[in-house]
């Protein structure tokens, strides 16, 4: 059984560093200065508690842009906007990337969900206490390194930013 369980891991993970690395091309092609690593102290949302997850997924900065983080099932993009600026942002231009928003110290400050009204986003934004605000996109795990860099794009012109200390 342990031998089955290390194939199916390694089956996992040659799939996650293989869409790493299309995705690493794509950024490159596009200009994007970017760094690749795994990282394994990431947590997840489960309901109003969050879970650590020890095992490692791979993650690529876009540096000072975002991060991308390569799942088993998803890419997922993050980054942030100082509360002022995200006060003062059209968030339609966002519109046909599924993204949530929360609070840079408080994740459980839930700001906005996938599919809700826009202006429920800039309500909750005026609302909250904090200083930064951060954005994730979500996207299967076969998407295309083109949608993915047209986003960082629009998030580099748009003054979003990531600054992570590892």
Sequence with gaps: MYKQILHLLNVEYSRIEKK????????TFNDFNA??????????AEGKKWIREAYPVSVIEVCGIC????????????T???????LEYSFEKLTGYPFEAYGANDYLTNLY???????VLKENIENCSECEICFSFVFPFN???STICKLIALLRN?????????
């Design 80 to 86: 942030k906007l100082k509360r002022e600026r995200a």
């Design 113 to 119: 969900e996938s599919g809700q009204p826009l202006p």
């Design 35 to 44: 760094k690749c690593g795994w990282y394994n102290g990431h947590y997840r």
């Design 20 to 27: 790493t690395k299309d995705l690493e091309n794509a950024l």
């Design 67 to 78: 991060d991308i983080e390569i799942g088993f099932y998803d890419v997922s993009v993050s």
């Design 143 to 145: 998407i295309g390194g």
């Design 158 to 166: 748009d003054y979003f930013y990531i600054l992570m200390i590892r």
